[in-house]
């Protein structure tokens, strides 16, 4: 079992950063891959970051690319996600999430998310 709990969410003004974290719990080998997802208030859930094991392997999704920046630390058992250049688009929950392999099509483990809000 793998347990996840993130943080670092909060009200903010176009432009600013903000940095979540996940903090990881249980089975390591359950969590080689993490993720960070978002959903915004009546759209899908989406994946915006993903890291590998090694950290140096990660993949953004368009919309963030270039502003975000996903990491991990194992000696913490964190995730993060550093937000910069924020606008109200990126206004959402945000949710970690983490599987064992890249060949699972499917996140095992979810955290129960941060909100997000951006103002203009």
């Known amino acids: 079992q793998v347990y996840l709990v993130e943080s670092g969410g909060g009200s903010v003004q176009a432009g600013d950063s903000l940095r979540l974290t996940c903090a990881a719990s249980?089975?390591?080998?359950?969590?080689?891959?993490m993720a960070w997802f978002r959903q915004a208030p009546g759209k899908e859930r989406t994946s915006v970051a993903v890291i590998g094991r090694s950290g140096n392997q990660t993949s953004y999704s368009d919309s963030v690319k270039g502003r975000f920046t996903i990491s991990r630390d194992h000696a913490k058992n964190t995730m993060s996600l550093q937000m910069n250049n924020l606008t109200p688009e990126d206004t959402a929950v945000y949710y970690c999430?983490?599987?064992?392999?890249?060949?699972?099509?499917?996140?095992?483990?979810w955290g129960r998310g941060t909100q997000v809000t951006v103002s203009s």
């Open positions: 249980g089975r390591s080998y359950d969590r080689n891959v």
């Open positions: 999430a983490a599987k064992k392999s890249t060949s699972d099509k499917f996140y095992d483990y």
